[in-house]
């Protein structure tokens, strides 16, 4: 079997960190405040757990936070949106009972709420778990919805001095990555 040389891609897991957790960081000690987060407990066991250890409001240490979406599910939100009629970004669709999801409240029985478009979202780029979507894959719709940003996704890269595979002006590169882990697991792989 082709193996990828492993070494042209500088992978990690830190994304997290780098992007959301040390700029949030940052802005708190500079500013002196302190984060209000909309994490809810379902999402994780961490968050479950940490919910149970400090309730919604961590007041000590220097991890001092507010989490008051805590002990919401995601059905209470979109129950909520729906109620209020809220508007949200337009990449959720609208929200809709799903009919292949039945739940109980009391003795009714209602459906579940769904949205028509991304259930979740994270950055706007991320390839985590891309490889298990089923129907419209994740870039394959951001090629629909906004042709702008799939082509600065895909379009550029170079490689550096060291022979890894890095983002330039024209793009991202992510093209050239996907194509290469095509190339490993078959045509179908990740979709774009
Ligand atoms: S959404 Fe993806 S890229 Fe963004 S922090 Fe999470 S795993 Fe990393």
């Not at 405040?33 to 809810?40: E, R, Y």
């Not at 778990?129 to 170079?158: D, I």
Request: aromatic share 10%; charged share 30%.
């Amino acid at each position: 079997m082709e193996r990828i040389d492993k070494k042209q891609f500088d992978v990690c897991d830190k994304c997290c960190d780098i992007m959301k957790k040390k700029p949030a960081k940052a802005y708190a000690k500079s500013s002196g405040k302190k984060p209000i987060l909309a994490v809810m407990a379902e999402e994780s066991k961490m968050r479950l757990d940490k919910w149970l250890q400090n309730g919604c409001n961590a007041y000590e240490g220097k991890d001092a936070k507010s989490k008051p979406m805590s002990f919401w599910t995601e059905q209470d939100v979109l129950k909520y949106i729906k109620e209020n009629n809220l508007k949200i970004a337009s990449v959720y669709g609208d929200v809709v009972p799903d009919d292949e999801q039945i739940c109980f409240e009391g003795c009714e029985q209602t459906n579940k709420l769904t949205t028509t478009g991304c259930h979740r979202t994270g950055c706007i780029f991320c390839g985590f778990g891309c490889h298990l979507e089923k129907g419209e894959g994740r870039f394959e719709r951001l090629k629909r919805t906004h042709p702008k940003q799939y082509a600065y996704c895909m379009n550029g890269g170079e490689y550096d001095e060291r022979g890894l595979w890095i983002p330039n002006k024209q793009g991202l590169g992510m093209k050239h990555v996907i194509d290469e882990l095509n190339k490993l697991y078959g045509d179908d792989f990740i979709r774009y």
